[in-house]
């Protein structure tokens, strides 16, 4: 038990430095996604705290003040299922560069077509809304993580 007490003590960890670090990472004359709630384009150490207690309140699903290995693994299976529909999508894309269906893509496909913004213009608009690069962001994360 003390084992999977620790696998969830590096994951929560693990979760909150990548959030904060690359929050902190971002030019200053961009917002800060989410964690700069006061909007003076800087990450106090209190928007630090909120952003865990919000993350915290997020993963205690049952909201029973502790996290489970149970409610890990359910974040654990959803992270699971969006890295394996993004391969699908990744497949997919894949061979829609191949115009010529010869089983390769040429650098001409290959400039013609963008991987990564085809798998984020999910509505297939020509545009990759706020709400789209929100979520392939989350799922990138979600796959480093």
């Given at each position: 038990m003390q084992g999977r007490s620790a696998a969830l003590a590096l994951l929560l960890l693990t979760t909150i430095s990548v959030s904060a670090a690359q929050a902190q990472s971002k030019p200053a004359d961009t917002p800060v996604l989410r964690l700069d709630t006061n909007g003076d384009g800087a990450v106090s150490r209190d928007e630090i705290a909120a952003a865990r207690e919000r993350l915290f309140a997020r993963?205690?699903?049952?909201?029973?003040?502790?996290?489970?290995?149970?409610?890990?693994?359910?974040?654990?299976?959803?992270?699971?299922?969006?890295?394996?529909?993004?391969?699908?999508?990744?497949g997919t894309a894949a061979r829609r560069m191949d115009t010529n269906g010869d089983g390769k893509v040429s650098l001409e496909e290959f400039r013609s077509r963008s991987i990564l913004f085809d798998l984020a213009d999910r509505d297939g608009d020509g545009t990759i809304s706020a709400a789209e690069f929100a979520f392939i962001r989350r799922l990138f994360l979600g796959l480093r993580g």
């Open positions: 993963l205690d699903r049952d909201s029973d003040g502790a996290i489970s290995v149970e409610e890990v693994d359910v974040l654990r299976d959803a992270i699971i299922d969006r890295a394996v529909a993004a391969q699908a999508r990744l």
